[in-house]
């Protein structure tokens, strides 16, 4: 019980004894205890060092117990005193390290650090991608995967004015559908006119843009590609994305080029679909996917099932992977 004001056990054992008998000589408290006096006598000193315990005025060489209330009370005094003086050091030393991790996150280079900004705002959003194009030096990559109107489609301007001004390589994939939307081919042509390359896929992973290698910007949900958008920093994260986007740009077509003669049935629109229906999603997200009206997508999935002569998407899935058609392509 005492071992937390700083007794020893045997200094414990012997104050408990003096606390029944206060006026018990070492040797009493020996024959009591079955001690020898050697241990009994280190106890007493320890006991007198703590101030619980002093010389007796009327027998000299004796100790008498100093009255617990003041003894232990100076003692439980000293030991809240010592815990203050070490909450004190311990906030001293918490604030130590604070700096310490600022300062060093100061010296780490802009590239290690990982930072996420979430933007709701359109004209935000835009200030953010015209000071990013602005800011580029070696490269801008951009994945769009659907035709958005609005503030957020002039994202292709900036990248123009940086083009034009500075030697900076842009690369933008789209849906191969951009070309039933006339304003999107319009900025498209834009694009191509200010030196970027330009290619497109049936199928697009979400919206995209990538500063440099350094920072990236991403839809906030890519289902409600309006609703916002997030900045993204750090070397690890956005070697990531890049990587991605370089796979799909593999895979694309250069816009305006012919497509490579498939050595399968289906083209790559109608393979995507295909694809698509085996992962079980419906004609809605199918076409939101490809960019094209609901109309447009349940024409192409009526097309397949027909040339599969399967009478539900179930056994179109089936029939499709009998024939190799899930799996294999570039999608």
Known sequence: MLADLGLGTDAEVVYQQLLKHSTATAADISSQLKWSSRRVGGALEELARLSLVRPSLEAPGALRLIHPEIGLGMLLQ?????????QRAMVHTRAAISRMV????????PADRVGVQTMTDLDAMYACSERLSQAAVSEV????PGVIPGPEGRIVETVDMRLLSCDVTARCIFLD???NDATTMCRVGALIDAGAEVRTAPYLPPRMTIYDRTTAILDLDPEA?????????GAAP??????LFE?????????GGDEPAPDEELTRQERVVTELLAA??????VARKLGVSVRTARRIVAFLMKRLRASSRFQAGVRAAERGWLGSGRA
């Open 102 to 109: 600022v300062e060093y996150g100061e010296s780490r280079p």
């Open 141 to 144: 990559v951009v994945v769009a």
């Open 238 to 243: 956005v070697a990531a994305l890049h990587a």
């Open 280 to 285: 079980g999603y419906t004609d809605e997200v």
């Open 177 to 179: 559908s951009i070309v």
């Open 247 to 255: 796979n799909v740009w593999r895979q694309a077509t250069p816009l």
């Open 78 to 86: 000293r030991r809240e005193a010592d815990l203050l003086e070490r």
């Open 225 to 233: 590609p309006g609703d916002g958008a997030l900045v993204l920093t």
